[in-house]
């Protein structure tokens, strides 16, 4: 079982950053683990993945020069940083671990199994 539990949220003015953590109870290096977000009165969408082994690096359109996903094996954890922020991240992001993905990339949000109870993540204009 894999339990993450994502940490960073805040409120930041457009042109910021923030930085988000995902940790969990079980191994995050082996598993591919992503990032989504859901805007209010939107659909989840994907934002960012990280493949397990050689770490491939997937993102979305939207966010593609302005996020950065990564990992640190040794403290199990994997990190989603924002900079230049606009208005329209607001969200809650959700870090979600796939311990079974074999194809990539993963943008769908039924490939993974354990998500993460959120954090809140508002940009203010």
């Known amino acids: 079982q894999v339990h993450p539990v994502e940490s960073g949220g805040g409120l930041v003015q457009a042109g910021g950053s923030l930085r988000l953590s995902c940790a969990a109870s079980g191994a995050l290096s082996t598993a591919t683990v992503g990032w989504f977000r859901r805007a209010p009165e939107k659909e989840r969408e994907f934002v960012a993945h990280?493949?397990?082994?050689?770490?491939?690096?997937y993102y979305a359109d939207s966010v593609k020069g302005r996020f950065t996903i990564s990992r640190d094996n040794v403290k199990n954890t994997v990190t989603l940083q924002m900079i230049t922020l606009k208005p329209e991240d607001t969200a809650v992001y959700y870090c979600?671990?796939?311990?079974?993905?074999?194809?990539?990339?993963?943008?769908?949000?039924?490939?993974?199994?354990?998500w993460g109870q959120g954090t809140q993540v508002t940009v203010s204009s």
């Open positions: 979600a671990v796939g311990t079974e993905i074999r194809r990539w990339p993963a943008t769908s949000p039924d490939r993974y199994e354990y």
């Open positions: 990280i493949r397990e082994k050689n770490g491939m690096l």
